[in-house]
T-cell receptor
Framework: GENVEQHPSTLSVQEGDSAVIKCTYS??????FPWYKQELGKRPQLIID?????GEKKDQRIAVTLNKTAKHFSLHITETQPEDSAVYFC?????????????FGTGTRLTIIP | NAGVTQTPKFQVLKTGQSMTLQCAQD?????MSWYRQDPGMGLRLIHY???????DQGEVPNGYNVSRSTTEDFPLRLLSAAPSQTSVYFC?????????????FGPGTRLLVL
């Protein structure tokens, strides 16, 4: 089955600086890569996703990049703000392939230092 | 819309007891899943369903049963609770578009097994 590794497990960034979280996946059939944000005591929420036919996707201060050859994808947050403090999870799935299992990474706790 | 709802919010069980975690969604989503979240281990898939009457095992199915008799409901049953099942349980529902999938999580059930 799919295995998703996520690094780093914790990340502290000065407010206004950028943060990068990286994930690798093992199953070359995976073609859908969402990112979720989970604030303390809350449920995970989808913040951005990317499919394998796209190399990069942006949404305001958030961007995701994908390298299919190396089987890794990254989340980039620019101009970080205190409300960006949360745990971020990457995930991978073979979308449309009949396997409906979404495999998550172990999470990155991002702390924005004011 | 209430979205995805879960009951109870918190439960304490003794080893060997059984119970059912309830999950319901009012968005007419075909796909529903159960995850458990443990510190440092991310979200791990227990069971999932791609529609009424269809269920399948995830990554950590042992000790849990599910059924899906309606589109709206997807209960998770713990057959004989063990301390290793102490965790936070999230139910999720999702729909798929041609570009990807948006998964909505419930608020979670915090389970403590003594």
């Amino acid at each position: 089955g799919e295995n998703v590794e996520q690094h780093p497990s914790t990340l502290s960034v000065q407010e206004g600086d950028s943060a990068v979280i990286k994930c690798t996946y093992s199953d070359s059939a995976s073609n859908y890569f969402p990112w979720y944000k989970q604030e303390l005591g809350k449920r995970p929420q989808l913040i951005i996703d990317i499919r394998s036919n796209v190399g990069e996707k942006k949404d305001q201060r958030i961007a995701v990049t994908l390298n299919k050859t190396a089987k890794h994808f990254s989340l980039h947050i620019t101009e970080t703000q205190p409300e960006d403090s949360a745990v971020y999870f990457c995930a991978a799935k073979e979308y449309g392939g009949g396997n409906e299992k979404l495999t998550f990474g172990t999470g990155t706790r991002l702390t924005i230092i004011p | 819309n209430a979205g995805v709802t879960q009951t109870p919010k918190f439960q304490v069980l003794k080893t060997g007891q059984s119970m059912t975690l309830q999950c319901a969604q009012d968005m007419n989503h075909e796909y529903m899943s159960w995850y458990r979240q443990d510190p440092g281990m991310g979200l791990r898939l227990i069971h999932y369903s791609v529609g009424a009457g269809i269920t399948d095992q995830g990554e950590v199915p042992n000790g849990y049963n599910v059924s899906r008799s309606t589109t709206e409901d997807f209960p998770l049953r713990l057959l004989s609770a063990a301390p290793s099942q102490t965790s936070v349980y999230f139910c999720a529902s999702s729909y798929q578009t041609g570009r990807g999938e948006t998964q909505y999580f419930g608020p979670g059930t915090r389970l403590l097994v003594l």
